[in-house]
């Protein structure tokens, strides 16, 4: 992701990224291997975020390259989803997201995102 | 539940109809057509010429097939034999329904054959409750298909039925008017498919082709493997062969394959309400069939570490490093009306889920598994300490934190009024009941194996050890009940001891909390005259406040 990051305004989507790649070996990803890609739909164009786990080791890109799984959602909700705000599950049942591919990647990726800011 | 309801099912998928096959649902009738938490059909009637059929006889196939023999009229005596109509229907991704109509008589038979057909898209949860629709239904004829249909926002579902012969097609139903040869017979196959999808979509879901009559091609064959893959056996008494054989079919049905994991099953809690992943259910079911379907054990772990909870969430009352209580994919779960995406309500999935993973191993040699989960199997112990100790005293205790749709009792017993004192009055939360102290103290003893055996952390597994020699000593001094004899069934807010007699004490016998001096006497209980019934083991003694011999 570094290579972009300067091009782009650092959006929460970036530095939610960012601070993923930048955290070496994921625990809760440590299983996984693959390739998961975003497409974020702002309304106006798609952002592609692609998500290449190897083994809890992650690397971010813009790659519109084939992926395992592909989560294809608007913006503001991967923006609620990356505060706390949105639960990913519930999102998906709702018909906000909607993976496709290899769906245990979706399920073990949930893991890192927040739970709801608490009183 | 009426007796005479006729269920078939596959995973979450389920019809429960009456003996003729018909659906009329119904808030004191819960019929219909269900998949993934969902009614996808809550009318599917059939008639002749305008009127209804009488059963003459069900034939229960398999799990996920019946068979109706129907005649015309609806009397008591048989007013009409000239015809015979054969419902044939077969569960899977919706249903497949082979109707087939046979004329008896020298003359051709003209009739008007009808299916009336609807949905409410009900969520499992509303149907006892009857709850008002907040999205908008809509029926539609497309394609010479009849779509039944429910949005809410990007949330929608659809019922689409369609009929290899032809049909006329309206907004409730399908007609057919048939001319039938003498000694002829009509036939038709009936596809109802239930779609999931977002708003704009309209991919198809059905998984096979009308013109055949299996839900899956593979699914029969898939009963087959799986009973030649358990032990066989073999005994000169023949109701045990029977027993065991209709045990492994009845598994089978129990199975239910998660989303995300590619196939492989976990067994559910229960057919068909509760035909989902459940933390208590699925772990304890799993336990108990691992000398014959490992197998269940093993997508078990896989998928609720999965979903083991990684964040703090009041509303799902889920904490970092806890199993989860139980999965739901209706409207109720989507919209946040109800917790269940996943809902983490339970304190005991998350020992039980350490002693699963130990017993799986016992039994499986597999510690490839004990490797791939030691970071949950560690999450889910450090969850006992850091997470469950609500009372501060070193014992697993819970007291849910949505108080609006959250469970009040989160243990082997999980209905409101479960856990009481003699005198029948409720105590306060937290509440820490026995059985989960003996699944603390059995994970604790299993992780402290792993540990040393096959994660090679020595100091992590004699830390596991004190700890639970300590939890063990305590238990059996505090939870003691001397005059009675047997362990309180839990501890209240103060500490104090709930005092009543109950069937949770069993528990306790099997996680090896029990001092020595003290099993004799809890198992003299267990089959003594206040607790055993003669049928079984009463869940609260008999003399107990709260006890109720029908309740």
Same mark, same amino acid.
């Given at each position: 992701?570094?290579?972009?990051?300067?091009?782009?305004?650092?959006?929460?989507?970036?530095?939610?990224?960012?601070?993923?790649?930048?955290?070496?070996?994921?625990?809760?990803?440590?299983?996984?291997?693959?390739?998961?890609?975003?497409?974020?739909?702002? *309304? %106006?164009? !798609?952002?592609?975020?692609?998500?290449?786990?190897?083994?809890?080791?992650?690397? +971010?890109?813009?790659?519109? &390259? $084939?992926?395992?799984?592909?989560?294809?959602?608007?913006?503001?909700?991967?923006?609620?989803?990356?505060?706390?705000?949105?639960?990913?599950?519930?999102?998906?049942?709702? *018909? %906000?997201? !909607?993976?496709?591919?290899?769906?245990?990647?979706?399920?073990?990726?949930?893991? +890192?995102?927040?739970?709801? &800011? $608490?009183? | 539940?009426?007796?005479?309801?006729?269920?078939?099912?596959?995973?979450?998928?389920?019809?429960?109809?009456?003996?003729?096959?018909?659906?009329?649902?119904?808030?004191?009738?819960?019929?219909?057509?269900?998949?993934?938490?969902?009614?996808?059909?809550?009318?599917?009637?059939?008639?002749?010429?305008?009127?209804?059929?009488?059963?003459?006889?069900?034939?229960?196939?398999?799990?996920?097939?019946?068979?109706?023999?129907?005649?015309?009229?609806?009397?008591?005596?048989?007013?009409?034999?000239?015809?015979?109509?054969?419902?044939?229907?077969?569960?899977?991704?919706?249903?497949?329904?082979?109707?087939?109509?046979?004329?008896?008589?020298?003359?051709?038979?003209?009739?008007?054959?009808?299916?009336?057909?609807?949905?409410?898209?009900?969520?499992?949860?509303?149907?006892?409750?009857?709850?008002?629709?907040?999205?908008?239904?809509?029926?539609?004829?497309?394609?010479?298909?009849?779509?039944?249909?429910?949005?809410?926002?990007?949330?929608?579902?659809?019922?689409?039925?369609?009929?290899?012969?032809?049909?006329?097609?309206?907004?409730?139903?399908?007609?057919?008017?048939?001319?039938?040869?003498?000694?002829?017979?009509?036939?038709?196959?009936?596809?109802?498919?239930?779609?999931?999808?977002?708003?704009?979509?309209?991919?198809?879901?059905?998984?096979?082709?009308?013109?055949?009559?299996?839900?899956?091609?593979?699914?029969?064959?898939?009963?087959?493997?799986?009973?030649?893959?358990?032990?066989?056996?073999?005994?000169?008494?023949?109701?045990?062969?029977?027993?065991?054989?209709?045990?492994?079919?009845?598994?089978?049905?129990?199975?239910?394959?998660?989303?995300?994991?590619?196939?492989?099953?976990?067994?559910?809690?229960?057919?068909?309400?509760?035909?989902?992943?459940?933390?208590?259910?699925?772990?304890?079911?799993?336990?108990?069939?691992?000398?014959?379907?490992?197998?269940?054990?093993?997508?078990?772990?896989?998928?609720?570490?999965?979903?083991?909870?990684?964040?703090?969430?009041?509303?799902?009352?889920?904490?970092?490093?806890?199993?989860?209580?139980?999965?739901?994919?209706?409207?109720?779960?989507?919209?946040?009306?109800?917790?269940?995406?996943?809902?983490?309500?339970?304190?005991?999935?998350?020992?039980?889920?350490?002693?699963?993973?130990?017993?799986?191993?016992?039994?499986?040699?597999?510690?490839?598994?004990?490797?791939?989960?030691?970071?949950?199997?560690?999450?889910?112990?450090?969850?006992?300490?850091?997470?469950?100790?609500?009372?501060?005293?070193?014992?697993?205790?819970?007291?849910?934190?949505?108080?609006?749709?959250?469970?009040?009792?989160?243990?082997?017993?999980?209905?409101?009024?479960?856990?009481?004192?003699?005198?029948?009055?409720?105590?306060?939360?937290?509440?820490?009941?026995?059985?989960?102290?003996?699944?603390?103290?059995?994970?604790?003893?299993?992780?402290?194996?792993?540990?040393?055996?096959?994660?090679?952390?020595?100091?992590?597994?004699?830390?596991?050890?004190?700890?639970?020699?300590?939890?063990?000593?305590?238990?059996?001094?505090?939870?003691?009940?001397?005059?009675?004899?047997?362990?309180?069934?839990?501890?209240?807010?103060?500490?104090?001891?709930?005092?009543?007699?109950?069937?949770?004490?069993?528990?306790?016998?099997?996680?090896?909390?029990?001092?020595?001096?003290?099993?004799?006497?809890?198992?003299?209980?267990?089959?003594?005259?206040?607790?055993?019934?003669?049928?079984?083991?009463?869940?609260?003694?008999?003399?107990?406040?709260?006890?109720?011999?029908?309740?």
């Amino acid at each position: 992701m570094r290579s972009s990051g300067s091009e782009r305004r650092r959006s929460p989507t970036a530095a939610f990224f960012d601070d993923l790649a930048g955290r070496g070996c994921e625990p809760l990803l440590r299983n996984v291997s693959g390739t998961i890609r975003f497409d974020l739909d702002d *309304g %106006e164009s !798609v952002e592609h975020w692609s998500v290449t786990i190897a083994e809890g080791d992650v690397e +971010v890109s813009h790659s519109r &390259a $084939r992926a395992d799984a592909v989560v294809r959602l608007d913006k503001s909700t991967f923006d609620g989803m990356i505060s706390g705000r949105v639960n990913a599950m519930a999102a998906t049942l709702r *018909g %906000e997201l !909607v993976p496709e591919g290899d769906l245990s990647l979706m399920t073990m990726f949930q893991r +890192v995102f927040p739970g709801p &800011a $608490r009183a | 539940m009426s007796s005479d309801l006729v269920q078939i099912l596959d995973g979450n998928t389920f019809v429960v109809s009456d003996d003729r096959g018909d659906i009329e649902a119904s808030s004191t009738d819960p019929t219909g057509l269900f998949s993934f938490d969902t009614r996808f059909l809550s009318k599917w009637v059939l008639t002749v010429d305008g009127e209804r059929l009488s059963a003459l006889s069900v034939d229960d196939l398999q799990y996920f097939e019946a068979r109706f023999f129907l005649v015309r009229g609806t009397g008591t005596v048989y007013v009409d034999a000239k015809m015979s109509v054969i419902r044939m229907r077969a569960v899977g991704d919706g249903f497949i329904e082979r109707l087939q109509i046979l004329n008896h008589e020298d003359e051709a038979a003209k009739i008007r054959v009808r299916i009336d057909a609807d949905s409410d898209f009900a969520d499992l949860f509303e149907v006892k409750d009857a709850l008002e629709k907040k999205g908008v239904r809509k029926n539609r004829v497309e394609g010479g298909r009849l779509v039944l249909g429910y949005e809410r926002g990007p949330f929608v579902r659809e019922t689409r039925i369609s009929s290899t012969a032809r049909a006329s097609v309206d907004e409730l139903g399908l007609s057919f008017d048939v001319t039938i040869k003498p000694h002829g017979e009509w036939t038709t196959n009936l596809a109802v498919v239930t779609a999931i999808g977002a708003a704009g979509e309209r991919h198809e879901r059905t998984k096979y082709g009308h013109q055949r009559m299996e839900p899956r091609p593979n699914m029969a064959t898939d009963l087959e493997t799986w009973l030649a893959d358990a032990p066989d056996l073999r005994c000169d008494w023949a109701p045990l062969n029977e027993a065991y054989r209709r045990s492994l079919i009845d598994l089978a049905a129990l199975r239910f394959r998660p989303l995300a994991m590619a196939g492989h099953a976990l067994p559910a809690a229960g057919l068909p309400w509760f035909m989902t992943m459940f933390g208590r259910d699925s772990i304890l079911t799993s336990l108990q069939a691992l000398p014959f379907t490992p197998e269940l054990a093993q997508t078990t772990l896989r998928a609720l570490g999965a979903w083991q909870g990684a964040r703090l969430d009041d509303f799902r009352d889920e904490d970092p490093g806890r199993i989860l209580h139980e999965m739901r994919y209706g409207e109720l779960t989507a919209f946040e009306e109800r917790p269940h995406s996943p809902y983490y309500g339970a304190a005991d999935a998350t020992p039980l889920y350490v002693v699963l993973l130990d017993e799986y191993e016992r039994w499986s040699g597999d510690r490839a598994l004990v490797r791939d989960l030691e970071y949950e199997a560690r999450a889910a112990l450090n969850w006992i300490d850091e997470y469950a100790d609500l009372q501060g005293n070193g014992y697993v205790a819970y007291r849910r934190r949505n108080e609006e749709t959250g469970l009040e009792n989160q243990c082997w017993k999980d209905s409101w009024d479960s856990i009481s004192y003699r005198d029948g009055k409720l105590p306060g939360f937290p509440r820490a009941t026995c059985e989960l102290q003996g699944y603390a103290y059995d994970a604790k003893v299993r992780g402290a194996r792993l540990a040393r055996e096959i994660w090679r952390d020595p100091g992590f597994a004699d830390r596991l050890e004190r700890e639970a020699a300590d939890l063990k000593r305590r238990f059996n001094r505090d939870f003691w009940v001397s005059d009675g004899g047997y362990f309180a069934i839990a501890l209240d807010a103060d500490g104090r001891r709930v005092d009543s007699l109950t069937s949770n004490i069993g528990h306790l016998l099997w996680s090896g909390i029990v001092d020595k001096s003290k099993a004799r006497s809890v198992a003299r209980h267990l089959v003594g005259p206040a607790l055993f019934s003669g049928w079984g083991v009463r869940t609260l003694a008999e003399g107990e406040g709260r006890y109720n011999p029908i309740g």
